[in-house]
């Protein structure tokens, strides 16, 4: 089994409440082992142990109220 580990920049979080938000969302798509977010540098890191779907990682932070794209 390999780890995949994606990085995405999220827009709109401002506060420890906004990063909670995204990781409630994202811990709900499926093979997501680990997130690491913050709203200082809107960076978010997903862990998985299976190949990601990043529209359902995107649409997760969607439904938490923020924006996300991948970063290359």
Same mark, same amino acid.
């Given at each position: 089994? /390999? ?11 401002? #506060?420890?409440? #906004?990063?909670? /938000?995204? *990781?409630?969302?994202?811990? !709900?798509? @499926?093979? %997501?082992? +680990?997130?690491? %977010? /913050? +709203?200082?540098?809107? *960076?978010? =890191? =997903?862990?998985?142990?299976? @190949?990601?779907?990043?529209? +359902? =990682? %995107? +649409? ?6 923020? !924006?996300? %794209? *991948? =970063? @290359?």
């Amino acid at each position: 089994m /390999s780890i995949v580990e994606i990085e995405y920049q999220v827009t709109g979080m401002t #506060c420890g409440h #906004c990063e909670m /938000s995204v *990781r409630e969302e994202v811990e !709900q798509v @499926p093979g %997501v082992t +680990a997130i690491d %977010v /913050s +709203a200082a540098t809107g *960076r978010l =890191v =997903v862990t998985a142990d299976q @190949p990601l779907n990043d529209a +359902a =990682v %995107v +649409a997760a932070v969607d439904e938490a109220g923020y !924006q996300a %794209v *991948r =970063v @290359p």
